[in-house]
């Protein structure tokens, strides 16, 4: 490849980059050595992704949200089993994590809260311009959905779904199959998930996985 080519090359890749949607190009994440986050709910599926991100060497965890004493404990054994240094903790009541979101030195979010409360922690933190991370269910509703496109578009803030079927080849395959109109305009879909969470609604307080019949927030052990 010689200097000519190089440089038409280049230029037709930025000028593409030009052709994005403006919302897309908004979201184009600045590169940075050093990833700033936060967790917003540090139960079992929280912690099982503050393990995942402290494996890493590029990851810093700033700060953690979460009233329930017993997770938050979990979530700092985490953190001193990988000789990282622990995080600021917000634990006072249901709405600690507003104090996390105000935070300029904390560039995502992870939620890992229980489902009713996920559309106030991704919204708010789309809306303070923190990139959210979002455990499923993302909405209750249609509209609540729409209200993360609604906040996504407002700050140029992306959210990524963190469900792993999303991203199956299979699924993808299909996805791209509609896009190019190979099933005509598709004027309905319909699905279906099961998942069998008696293990975790009902168990002894201490494993979250069919160990007893305790249920409830005061001895109850849940994923979230």
């Known amino acids: ?106 560039d995502a979010v992870f939620v890992s809260s229980p489902w009713e409360w996920h559309q106030e922690h991704g919204v708010e933190g789309l809306l303070a311009g923190k990139a959210v991370a979002m455990e499923v269910s993302g909405g209750m509703t249609i509209e609540g959905c729409w209200d993360y496109v609604r906040a996504s578009k407002k700050t140029g803030t992306p959210l990524m779904a963190l469900e792993n079927v999303c991203y199956r080849r299979d699924v993808l395959a299909v996805l791209n199959l509609v896009r190019q109109g190979y099933f005509g305009e598709i004027v309905h879909g319909q699905g279906g998930y099961q998942h069998d969470l008696r293990g975790v609604l009902f168990n002894d307080g201490i494993s979250a996985y069919g160990s007893g019949v305790e249920f409830g927030p005061e001895k109850g052990y849940s994923e979230s």
């Open 1 to 106: 490849m010689n200097r000519r080519t190089f440089i038409t090359q280049a230029g037709m890749a930025a000028a593409g980059s030009f052709f994005l949607p403006s919302y897309l190009r908004a979201m184009a994440p600045e590169v940075k050595s050093t990833i700033r986050l936060g967790f917003i709910g540090t139960g079992l599926r929280g912690q099982n992704h503050m393990e995942e991100m402290l494996k890493r060497n590029d990851v810093e965890i700033i700060a953690i949200a979460d009233p329930q004493a017993h997770m938050v404990a979990g979530a700092l054994a985490l953190m001193d089993k990988y000789n990282r240094k622990n995080p600021l903790v917000y634990d006072k009541g249901p709405y600690g994590f507003r104090e996390l979101l105000k935070r300029d030195d904390i």
